[in-house]
């Protein structure tokens, strides 16, 4: 057996296997590094390092890699293959692991909120709840998730001012804005390189519509987050919402080309962001020129993933934007075939919700408004549960209200 920093007891064969666990769950804490590196790396020499290939398997998918990932069965096949020796806590992460690979992010949250009824400083277990839920848009769940275990925790405890990041985040997306804003500042207070934490307190001044405050907070804690590859180009997007507010709209396309669009095909969630941001230049009557060509090329990997539903409406954004029917075409032939053979809580969200959204944005930018706005409109007060933010699902409302206007 080894023990995490936490204290918590894991099943290892090889006593550098602890080291490698702590080191991945400190990259992921604040968004750096190479965590799954150290997973795998570790994974594949100790035969009994199932957590390993837990955490890397739930990394990729919420990290909005598709379940059906050749490299996302290998790993939720290999921690199978060691539940019959591993501990019950650990068999317990599997079987969550297992449930959100099979589409049902709420309940494998709940199967996380589970296992820190017992042991409220699983922070891998904290997290993977908040991650799950949050793709699915289940805020009171995400709040409630954290709120459980904040008593069991104080500042001696490892973690603890990333959980108040977590917290934070909860508090806000269920409105809570002057208690986020608080558990923000004091998470931040405590270790500034706490991205999640700085992005809470981002989405509080961003909602309330504090565009200064918002610009000033990202740029004077920028130092701190700029490294965190996996989110800064999301924390970059941020600043641009009240930089776009104030018309500087040459600025946003500088921060667009220089801090956004450095991601990678294999990034998902900053795909995600790029994506919103040329849509809402576009809103905003901004010529973005060619800049929807490259997203195209890294969307297109992604055509058949279906992962959730809010990369899928970016993925229709950025293919009807750049002009690319035929790919357009085989990702809603892929859908459709998805949507059919999927009986799971993702397949019904997209059924439900994702499709009518997707088919909405197509003929927004067709200009056919009022079809637009007849398909947004009908999915309106059901777009939280493509998960995201309410930042992030802002755009529908925005894109709805221009076409109500476009159209009448």
């Known amino acids: 057996m080894a023990t995490d920093k936490l204290g918590l007891e894991f099943t290892a064969a090889l006593p550098e296997t602890a ?41 990729r998918l919420f990290g909005g890699v598709s379940a059906a990932h050749p490299r996302i069965n290998l790993e939720l096949r290999a921690a199978k293959a060691r539940r019959s020796r591993v501990s019950a806590r650990e068999q317990a992460h599997i079987d969550a692991f297992e449930r959100a690979a099979g589409g049902e992010m709420c309940q494998a949250g709940q199967m996380w909120d589970a296992i820190l009824v017992d042991f409220p400083h699983d922070m891998m277990a904290a997290k993977c709840a908040h991650e799950a839920y949050y793709l699915v848009g289940e805020a009171a769940r ?32 269920s409105g809570e804005y002057r208690a986020a804003e608080e558990m923000g500042r004091r998470a931040v207070a405590m270790d500034p390189r706490d991205c999640w934490a700085v992005h809470a307190v981002a989405h509080v001044m961003e909602m309330e519509r504090r565009g200064e405050e918002g610009i000033a907070w990202l ?48 990034m998902v969630t900053r795909l995600n962001d790029c994506t919103s941001l040329l849509w809402r ?4 009557g901004i010529d973005v020129e060619d800049r929807w060509d490259q997203l195209v090329d890294l969307w297109a990997d992604h055509i058949n993933d279906h992962a959730f539903a809010l990369a899928d409406t970016h993925i229709a954004m950025a293919m009807v934007s ?18 059919e053979g999927e009986s799971n809580t993702n397949g019904q ?13 197509i003929a927004f ?27 992030q699902r802002d755009l529908f409302r925005i894109t709805l209200e221009t076409a109500r206007a476009k159209g009448a």
């Not at 904040?150 to 990333?162: E, S, T």
């Not at 641009?240 to 667009?256: E, H, K, S, T, W």
């Not at 230049?281 to 905003?284: K, V």
């Open 19 to 59: 080291q490698a666990f702590n080191d991945a769950m400190d990259d992921y804490m604040v968004f750096d590094g190479e965590p799954v590196g150290h997973l795998l790396a570790t994974a594949e020499v100790d035969p009994d390092f199932a957590m390993g290939y837990c955490l890397t398997g739930c990394l």
């Open 142 to 173: 995400m709040r409630q998730s954290v709120q459980n275990i904040l008593p069991a925790w104080h500042d001696g405890v490892p973690y603890y001012g990333f959980l108040l990041g977590m917290g934070a985040f909860g508090l806000e997306e």
């Open 219 to 266: 740029r004077q804690t920028s130092e701190h987050w700029d490294h965190a590859k996996w989110l800064r180009g999301h924390l970059w997007w941020h600043l641009c919402l009240p930089l776009m507010a104030q018309g500087d709209f040459d600025r946003v396309l500088a921060i667009f080309d220089q801090h956004v669009s450095d991601c990678d095909k294999d």
């Open 281 to 284: 230049l576009e809103l905003n």
């Open 322 to 339: 750049a002009g690319g029917e035929k790919k357009l075409g085989r990702f809603l032939e892929s859908q459709h075939a998805y949507i």
């Open 349 to 361: 969200i997209m059924e439900q919700v994702g499709r009518a959204l997707c088919e909405g944005i």
């Open 365 to 391: 930018r067709r200009g056919d408004h009022a079809l637009a706005a007849e398909k947004i409109g009908a999915v309106h007060d059901q777009i939280h549960r493509i998960g995201g933010s309410n930042a």
